[in-house]
């Protein structure tokens, strides 16, 4: 979902110095669930797409090192949640992740993999400064190593146009009109840039994608 969308040592980032103090990008921890899940709450409560804990713990538990929270001086500031999803399926939001249910999701990385950005979230007084793009930084600098030849997502409350302008291209056949994510969700896929064997084309520009208007920005 916030798709549009819907430990390791933490690492400095590119600007390292916010108003408000140091800003850093880490693997999430077991106690950064509280602020996570009022971080996800205040940002798709309204669009009724707020899943709770369980489900967002499972997120991440299915795939730990391809989700991040960042930190702006002491403060959880926001977080993104990606895990490897098969080329045109998404996550439940109705369900946790179960490794049963999808057995090819906890192997190792593949080659022609496809990464799903499910959710991205920045802390509302501290929008427009440009820490979504550091998390969507990680995130491809993470997808490259992996070797992921695409990124995917859910564009949810009407921000499919924005993430078509960053290059993604929308598939509106994929998702049923029961998904769950809204009546104007729409699946988007874009390629990978650097990683051998990815798709070329309009779509294939860097993921340096500014933040979500109205919810990561």
């Not at 809204?182 to 340096?208: C, E, I, N, Q």
Request: proline share 8%; glycine share 12%.
């Amino acid at each position: 979902m916030g798709d549009g969308v819907r430990t390791e040592g933490a690492v400095r980032t590119e600007g390292a110095v916010d108003a408000e103090g140091a800003v850093r990008v880490r693997r999430i921890a077991d106690g950064d669930w509280d602020a996570i899940v009022e971080l996800e709450r205040d940002a798709y409560a309204g669009l009724g797409l707020s899943e709770g804990r369980a489900a967002l713990q499972s997120r991440a538990c299915t795939s730990p090192g391809t989700c991040f929270a960042l930190d702006v001086g002491f403060r959880t500031a926001g977080y993104v949640l990606a895990l490897p999803y098969p080329a045109f399926r998404y996550p439940d939001l109705e369900r946790a992740e179960s490794a049963a249910a999808l057995p090819a999701l906890t192997g190792p990385p593949q080659s022609a993999g496809n990464l799903h950005l499910h959710d991205i979230v920045i802390a509302r007084p501290l929008r427009r400064r440009g820490l979504a793009r550091i998390l969507l930084h990680r995130l491809v600098r993470t997808a490259r190593a992996r070797g992921d030849e695409r990124i995917s997502l859910v564009a949810v409350g009407g921000s499919a146009r924005f993430w078509s302008a960053r290059g993604f291209m929308p598939y509106p056949h994929v998702l049923p009109a029961d998904s769950g994510y809204g009546t104007d969700a729409v699946y988007m896929s874009k390629p990978v840039r650097g990683v051998p064997g990815a798709l070329s084309g309009p779509g294939s520009a860097p993921l340096y994608a500014p933040p979500l208007p109205h919810e990561v920005s």
